[in-house]
């Protein structure tokens, strides 16, 4: 997997390859096919603590806007399938 990666505050960001999600039970791994990087991210990337209460650890991958289709679910999710294609409009944490 590729994602874009905090790794110093103000350098340019490349894509990084990092290790694929595990399937919580409960939650869907989604293929990304496009996500967004917004103000909080700009915010995150230039290292602005005071912007959020908190400033983001080097190593986050930054995005939270993702668009893309389900490739797995948990055992306890009802409601979306394998091949879903899916908007998630906001997601921050693990």
Do not use: K
């Not at 997997?1 to 999600?21: I, K, N, Q, S, W």
């Not at 990087?37 to 983001?56: I, K, M, P, T, Y």
């Not at 055992?75 to 693990?94: K, T």
């Amino acid at each position: 997997m590729r994602a874009a990666v905090l790794e110093e505050y103000g350098a340019p960001l490349e894509l990084t390859d990092v290790p694929a999600p595990e399937l919580p039970p409960d939650g869907a791994v989604v293929s990304v096919d496009a996500c967004g990087l917004c103000r909080s991210d700009w915010h995150a990337w230039r290292g602005h603590g005071e912007w959020n209460d908190d400033q983001v650890p080097r190593g986050q991958i930054l995005g939270h806007e993702p668009a893309g289709e389900v490739v797995a679910v948990g055992e306890r999710v009802e409601h979306i399938a394998e091949g879903d294609q899916v908007v998630v409009p906001f997601s921050l944490g693990d």
